[in-house]
C-alpha cells in the first residue's frame, strides 16, 4: 500500500483536534514515503495534510477542477496537480488512483466522495477498502444511521463490507500499517 487516497475538509474553521489529528496521520504518510491523493485545495484539512506529507518526506497528488484552479483554489504544496472538469472526474481520479482510500471529518462534499467510493465498490467498480475516521464522535450519528439502513434492509448482509471504522489517526495508521487494503468477496 504506498497511494492514500483521503477525502477531508476544505474548511478553516474547524476545532483543533481536527487538524492535529491530520498532521498525525499525515506525519507518519510522509516518514514512510507514502503517496497522497487529495481534492488539491489551499484550504482546510486538505492543505494541512498536503503540507504536512510533503514536508516529512512524501509525495503529494492534488485532483482540482478546472474551475477551482482558474479561481486559484488549489494547493501550492503538492508535488503533482491534476486538472480534471469536475467533482465527479475528480472522484473517479482520486479513487483509481488509490490503494486505500480514507475519509476524514469534512462536510458534504467530504460526505459525497465517502458514499460514492461506497456504493461504486459496492457495484464492483472498485476493492478498496475504506477507513472513516470517527475523531471525537464526528461520524458518530452517520454510524447509526447505517446502522438504521442495514436494520431496514437497505445495506445487505450478503454484501462484503469495505468500511473500517477508527478513533483517531494512530488507529488509522495501526490500520495501514496492518492491512491488506483489497477487501476479498467470499
Not at 482546510?44 to 498536503?50: C, D, I, K, N, T
Not at 477551482?68 to 472526474?89: A, C, P, Q
Not at 445487505?156 to 496492518?178: G, M, R, W, Y
Amino acid at each position: 500500500m504506498q497511494n492514500i487516497g483521503i477525502f477531508c475538509s476544505a474548511s478553516e474553521e474547524l476545532k483543533d483536534v481536527f487538524e492535529k489529528e491530520a498532521i498525525k496521520l499525515g506525519v507518519w504518510m510522509g516518514k514512510n514515503g507514502k503517496t497522497l491523493i487529495n481534492g488539491g485545495s489551499n484550504q482546510g484539512l486538505m492543505e494541512v495534510f498536503s503540507n504536512t506529507v510533503r514536508r516529512t518526506g512524501g509525495y503529494c497528488i492534488g485532483v482540482i477542477p478546472e474551475n477551482f484552479s482558474k479561481r486559484g483554489w488549489y494547493s501550492n504544496t503538492t508535488d503533482e496537480k491534476i486538472i480534471v472538469k469536475n467533482l465527479s472526474e475528480r472522484k473517479e481520479v482520486i479513487k483509481k488512483r488509490s490503494d486505500v482510500l480514507i475519509a476524514f471529518p469534512g462536510g458534504i462534499g467530504t460526505m459525497d466522495e465517502l458514499f460514492d467510493a461506497w456504493s461504486s465498490y459496492s457495484l464492483g467498480f472498485h476493492d478498496k477498502k475504506i477507513i472513516l475516521v470517527n475523531i471525537e464522535g464526528f461520524f458518530t450519528p452517520l454510524i447509526q444511521q447505517l446502522k438504521v439502513f442495514r436494520q431496514e434492509k437497505f445495506l445487505h448482509d450478503f454484501l462484503p463490507n469495505p468500511l473500517v471504522i477508527v478513533n483517531s489517526a494512530e488507529d488509522c495508521i495501526k490500520q495501514l500499517e496492518t492491512m491488506d487494503c483489497s477487501v476479498k468477496k467470499d
